[in-house]
T-cell receptor, first 116, second 112 residues
């Protein structure tokens, strides 16, 4: 079974430029997550989707970050404009949610963003 | 607020030298405690889920245990390939059992 796919794996941009990350979850997983991981820290949730609906985006900095999940499958996370402090690893994860309970989350390899 | 604290931050072992990693947690109603392994440049890889105090799970040289306040990841006779960062996370009632709250991890280095 294929795992969570993310692209690109690495991205280097100048500050104030836009950037986008793409995620394809495990087949059959209705819940998709975007996490931010800073060096030496654990992942922190940015946004959670159940199917097409963003059900928890309380930690997403909405002035510069946006996300979408088209047709309840693939998802894109965008930053515009990027700031130096956005340099981090952006992780995508997916899981099955049934009856309000979420199963194990499986993570993709992440996208390492460097903002110069 | 849910909190997860992992110790030590870093651990260096000789091959074959058994030890334990600690994950202490404060949550309002635990649904599950998760252990993940993360290698450099990769995403976290799922290891175990523990649901209730007294539960134990094993996988090769790893054994995870759970009490009402903490979890331990015991590593028996580790090998260099066990070197990684081990992350602990909790899923709690006050977040609707949906969100994972992670600790900062323990970086394990096993020398041959």
């Amino acid at each position: 079974e294929a795992g969570v796919v993310q692209s690109p794996r690495y991205k280097i941009i100048e500050k104030k430029q836009p950037v986008a990350f793409w995620c394809n979850p495990i087949s059959g997983h209705n819940t998709l997550y975007w996490y931010l991981q800073n060096l030496g820290q654990g992942p922190e949730l940015l946004i959670r989707y159940e199917n097409e609906e963003a059900v928890d985006d309380s930690q997403l900095p909405k002035d510069r970050f946006s996300a979408e999940r088209l047709k309840g499958v693939d998802s894109t996370l965008k930053i515009q404009p990027a700031e130096l402090g956005d340099s981090a690893v952006y992780l995508c994860a997916s899981s099955k949610t049934t009856g309000g309970f979420t199963d194990t989350q499986y993570f993709g390899p992440g996208t390492r963003l460097t903002v110069l | 607020e849910d909190q997860v604290t992992q110790s030590p931050e870093a651990l260096r072992l000789q091959e074959g030298e058994s030890s334990s990693l600690n994950c202490s947690y404060t949550v309002s109603g635990l649904r599950g405690l998760f252990w993940y392994r993360q290698d450099p440049g990769k995403g976290p890889e799922f290891l175990f889920t523990l649901y209730s105090a007294g539960e134990e799970k094993e996988k090769e040289r790893l054994k995870a245990t759970l009490t009402k306040k903490e979890s331990f990841l015991h590593i028996t006779a580790p090998k260099p390939e066990d070197s990684a960062t081990y992350l602990c996370a909790v899923q709690a009632r006050n977040t609707g059992f949906q969100k994972l709250v992670f600790g900062t991890g323990t970086r394990l280095l096993v020398s041959p």
